[in-house]
């Protein structure tokens, strides 16, 4: 169980990583992800680019306010995983 938890965590952690990017670069994501789909031979272009940023921004909020939730409870479930 404590493999477990230790996991979970790690993932956590990773996430929250992610969020961050996500809130703080959000020109950067949105860029990453045009890169991927011009590789599949897709064309992205968003139809309002400070609207864009203003979501990826809020998405990057939203992941970090759920993971430290999840943190949270993962570790007052089982706090000696640590």
């Known amino acids: 169980m404590?493999?477990?938890?230790?996991?979970?965590?790690?993932?956590?952690?990773i996430a929250l990583l992610i969020g961050f990017f996500?809130?703080?670069?959000?020109?950067?994501?949105?860029?990453i992800q045009r890169k991927f789909y011009a590789q599949i031979n897709w064309k992205i272009e968003p139809i309002s680019m400070p609207k864009e940023i203003r979501n990826t921004r809020v998405m990057g909020l939203a992941i970090i306010i759920l993971l430290l939730v999840t943190l949270?409870?993962?570790?007052?479930?089982?706090?000696?995983?640590l």
């Open 2 to 13: 404590t493999i477990l938890y230790l996991i979970l965590i790690l993932f956590s952690i």
């Open 22 to 31: 996500l809130c703080f670069q959000p020109e950067l994501i949105i860029e």
């Open 72 to 81: 949270f409870f993962l570790l007052i479930k089982n706090p000696v995983a």
